[in-house]
């Protein structure tokens, strides 16, 4: 029988209670329920009866095929969203690997082709710099927040990225 322990450390409670100082899970945990709050409202501007308003049921990959099936993103967004959720899903069942800097960068690369605006291209052109400019917690925050706002731009009502970028409380 295989050990269902191969290649995971077993949970200690160091173990634990170090996943609740990690920043970098945190930010990514976070960043993916936001991209995933986006994602519903923009399916809310192309509804179909068969969905039933029940956007938040659906598992994220199912969200991004939709959105892009209704033209509301592009392939290479898609693909850099497939990207995060695939990060995500690995973060999610196996907390004992960390995000490295290589696929931070590599995830920031995929955000620019996916047509992500960065205020400044190092942070996926420059792997050296982007490291130490940015280091693995701000590729992450920057990713999600710029990711977050310009998928936001996309909806025509411009109350969606007032509301994300306000402080005033909905």
Not at 5 to 24: C, G, M, Q, Y
Not at 34 to 48: A, G, Q, W
Not at 100 to 127: M, N, P, W, Y
Request: hydrophobic share 40%.
């Amino acid at each position: 029988m295989k050990d269902p322990w191969e290649e995971r450390t077993k949970p200690s409670i160091d173990h634990i209670a170090s996943l609740f100082e990690n920043e970098v899970l945190g930010a990514f945990l976070a960043g993916h329920l936001i991209l995933e709050s986006v994602l519903v409202l923009m399916l809310e501007t192309t509804p179909k009866d068969s969905d039933k308003g029940k956007y938040f049921d659906w598992s994220f990959y199912r969200k991004i095929n939709a959105a892009e099936a209704r033209g509301l993103i592009h392939n290479e967004m898609a693909c850099f969203l497939h990207e995060v959720n695939g990060i995500r899903n690995r973060l999610a069942h196996k907390l004992d690997t960390p995000i490295s800097f290589d696929e931070a960068f590599f995830l920031a690369q995929k955000a620019a082709a996916g047509g992500v605006d960065f205020s400044d291209d190092t942070i996926h052109s420059d792997r050296m710099k982007s490291e130490e400019w940015y280091g693995i917690h701000g590729i992450v925050q920057e990713v999600f927040q710029n990711a977050s706002q310009d998928l936001l731009f996309l909806l025509e009502d411009d109350d969606h990225i007032t509301n994300f970028v306000s402080d005033n409380e909905i």
